[in-house]
Structures are given as C-alpha cells and as structure tokens.
C-alpha cells in the first residue's frame, strides 16, 4: 500500500492531463529510442543511429518527462498556479514533432533536415521555459528544490540552442571563426544536458520526493550533506561545462571535482532516507534504491576518468579536427562523447541513474496524479482504491527485473568489451522492461482516468487555454496533506 504524502498542495496543480499528456509521450519516446538502440547494435538499420537512440532517450524521454513533472511539481510544491495551460500544451507538441523529427533525420542519415527539425524543438523547449519560469517567479523565497529547478530552466535555454547551432554545422562549419571548437561545442552540449538539465531535476525534485515517500525527515548530519549538495554540484556543473566550452582542464577538474562530492553526498542522504522508511517497500523505492547503488559507482568512476582528463572529448581527436562531419557519424559516440564527457560508464549513469528515477518516480506520480482526480472527492462516501491498487504488481515486478538485468547486462558488456550480442540481448531485455512500464502506466490512464487515454493525449480548447492564476483546476488534497511552504 502506498502512502499519501503530507508536504504538497495541490489545489493549485493543473488539470490532470497536462502532465500526463508529456508522460505518455515520454514513455513512447522511451520504447521508440529502446527499440532504435537495439537495431542499431544489430546492424539493421543504417544512418547515424546512435544519435537517434540518444536523441529519443534522453531528450525525447527523459526532458518531455522532466518538464511534465516540473508542470506537475512547480505548482503544488511552490503553491502557484501554473502560467498558461495552453503554453504547456504547445510546448509538448513543438517539442515532440521537433524531438521526432530529429531522431528520423540521424536514423535516415539526412543530417541536412536536423536542423528544420531542431528550430521546433527550440521553439517548444523555450516556450516551455517561459511558461514554467513565469510559475516558479511567483514561488518566493526559492528553497532548494526551485533553486535546482531555476538552473535545470536556464540549461534548457542554452542547450537546445547550442544543439541547433552543432546541427548547422553540418550544412557549414559555423564554428570555424570561434575559439570554441565544435568537439568542445558537443561536449558543452551534452555536459548541460545531462547533468544541467537531468541530474540537476533529479537531485532537486528527489530531495523532496525521498523523504515525502519514505515519510522520514532530513535532519542532523544528512541535513549537513543535503546541504553540501546543494552548493557542490550546481557550482560544479556551471565550472565542468564552462571547463570544457573553453578547453581548460583546471576549470573541468574543479567542477567535476564538486560534481562528484555532491552526488557522493547526496547518495548517503538516500540511502539512509531509504533504510529509515516509515512504510511499505513499493516499486518507486525499490527503483530508488538501484539509483543510489548506481548513483554512487558511476560517480566513483566518473571522478576516476575525470581526474586523468576532465575535457576528454574524442579518442582521437585529430580525426575529428581534419572532418568535422565525423561527428555526425554512428561511431563517435562509443568512446568520445559518452565514455570520456559522461564518466566512462554510460550506461550506469543513463540505465542506473536517469532511467531507474524516471521510471521510479512514474510509478508513483502517475497514479497519484490519476488518484487525486478520480478518488479524491470519493473518500468517506464510497470505497476507493490505493494509489499502489492503480496498476499491475506483477508487471511492475517483471519490468524491474527486465530493466535491472538489462542495464546490468548493459554496463558489464561495455565495461568488459564483450561481443555484440551481449549487448544486443541486454538492450532487448531493458526495452522490453521499457515496454512493460509504459504498458502498466498507459493501463492506470486508460482504466481509471477521466476520460481514458484519448482524454490525455486529445484536449478540449476550453480545457487548454486557461494563463494565470484563475487557470489552476482544483481537484481537493487527498486526506493527510498540509501546505508545502
């Protein structure tokens, strides 16, 4: 049985099928970028297919997921009513045709459409950002979790624009009379969004979630490590990208120096957040729980890597100075951009981290968020259902062990370098984990949403035009609730 948090309002939270909305297309994303990946180490499809997997995972999955839960989270956690329901919306639709259109452009090998392509998504990522940094300036004094969610905003400015900027290099070297080199420009570029944007949401969103789903409290010496967190990794994120942007191994080394201390510190304040939980062990911890053990061997091997070379970009540089177009090809990204950038252990940071907390996180927020719109005004009148009755235990008990095998299966044929099909295996077992939570999840919408999945994905104009406060749709706090600030 999952606990109702106390610490969230939400009578000021938009109606259920903004952010539900972004979590479907999310989770399609994720089976679709799933799927490309395992074709692509098959060999069946050409193009430049890594970038397409890349693409449909961390910004097609992982960002539309973000900004649904920061459209979500923003105003019940802030007790502001969300900007415009009809910007959120917009922004959705600009990001997902962009985001897909992106992800065909590098699978067809039609690198000359990228950049069309990249002009929606930025459109939709910037649209996205007014709208959600015109909620959180109402939210005053910022805590914690808004200082990580102002800065995750500011890097969903800078990336897609620098993304854009990268795609037209393919057209024309664009960034031939700059002193910023393209492979400093990639790096930039995916350093902003991995641990800008991503880790930067994670840690922010989950120092609220952990301990409001465990139902403990952050105090004494994990207060302490909270708070070192808090300084440290948004600090080292701004000097590791800023390191790599101008080539200056010092400045890299300091940043990624603090982006290992404030994700080592923010590992103890989990686990121990973990071990001290007041209720039953349900999917989203048991989820949490793989992200701590993760979290902290990926940041162990990322320091490792970062101290030899904290702006490793290419294994082989001059190869990529002589033909800039290499970095539009398949292979560059085994070792340059992921292994060096991303701390040598890829898959442990993507699969163990980024992937178990989404997909953790989903398998509370989406039935709480359906939960609250179906059940809530129903208690005390009639027998109701718990948020954990909302979907299937023993799907979700076959998803953990597809996705825990196949990241494993994953990490280990990476680090070990061994045969294809290792990998090929692995990464069909993970997407079929994939496919097994969108499955469960889309199951919650379709049975006990208001209006079914046509009702989320297809919106009535009424329902999508509010701005400003008087937009905010109410649907009561669930028994236990009490304001968040």
Do not use: K
């Not at 795609?167 to 902003?192: F, N």
Request: proline residues 6%.
């Amino acid at each position: 049985m999952s606990a109702i948090p106390g610490a969230v309002e939400t009578d000021r939270q938009p109606p259920m099928t903004v952010p539900l909305r972004y979590f479907v297309v999310g989770l399609a994303f994720l089976v679709a970028g799933g799927a490309v990946g395992v074709l692509s180490a098959t060999g069946v499809v050409s193009g430049v297919t890594r970038l397409a997997h890349v693409h449909l995972l961390v910004v097609g999955w992982v960002c539309v997921t973000i900004l649904g839960a920061m459209t979500q989270f923003i105003p019940v956690w802030s007790n502001v009513a969300l900007h415009s329901r009809r910007l959120a919306t917009a922004a959705l639709w600009f990001v997902t045709v962009g985001v897909a259109g992106i992800a065909w452009s590098f699978a067809a090998g039609a690198l000359a459409w990228v950049h069309a392509w990249g002009v929606l998504a930025l459109v939709g990522f910037w649209v996205a950002v007014y709208n959600l940094g015109r909620t959180l300036a109402r939210a005053r004094p910022w805590d914690v979790t808004e200082r990580h969610f102002a800065l995750a905003l500011a890097c969903f400015v800078a990336v897609p624009a620098l993304g854009l900027v990268l795609s037209m290099g393919y057209l024309a070297p664009v960034l031939v009379h700059t002193p910023v080199t393209r492979t400093a420009a990639v790096a930039t570029h995916g350093t902003l969004a991995v641990f800008g944007i991503v880790l930067t949401t994670v840690l922010g969103a989950l120092t609220q979630l952990v301990p409001m789903f465990t139902q403990t409290d952050i105090e004494g010496a994990t207060r302490r490590l909270q708070r070192v967190e808090a300084v440290a990794y948004p600090v080292g994120v701004v000097a590791l990208a800023g390191g790599r942007l101008v080539a200056d191994p010092l400045l890299a080394r300091v940043g990624a120096a603090l982006v290992v201390v404030g994700l080592l510190a923010f590992v103890v304040v989990v686990a121990r957040l973990l071990v001290a939980t007041r209720v039953e062990w349900n999917p989203m911890l048991a989820r949490y729980a793989v992200v701590a053990v993760a979290m902290a061997v990926w940041a162990l091997e990322a320091g490792r890597a970062w101290v030899v070379d904290p702006v490793a970009v290419a294994a082989d540089p001059a190869t990529l100075a002589a033909d800039p177009t290499a970095l539009g090809r398949g292979e560059w990204l085994g070792d340059p951009l992921v292994a060096a950038p991303f701390g040598g252990a890829p898959h442990l940071l993507f699969v163990g981290i980024v992937g178990f907390v989404v997909l953790g996180t989903l398998y509370h927020v989406v039935p709480f968020i359906v939960w609250v719109h179906r059940y809530s005004d129903l208690l005390g009148r009639e027998r109701v259902p718990m948020i954990d009755d909302l979907y299937d235990d023993r799907i979700a008990r076959a998803d953990f062990v597809a996705t825990v095998a196949g990241g494993a299966g994953l990490v280990a044929a990476a680090q070990a370098d061994l045969p294809s099909a290792v990998t090929v295996g692995a990464g069909a077992l993970a997407t079929l984990g994939f496919a097994l939570v969108a499955t469960n999840l889309t199951l919650v919408v379709r049975e006990h949403g208001p209006g079914g999945l046509r009702g989320v994905l297809v919106t009535r104009l009424a329902e999508g035009s509010g701005t400003g406060p008087s937009a905010g749709e109410g649907g009561g706090p669930p028994p236990g609730e009490e304001t968040a600030r």
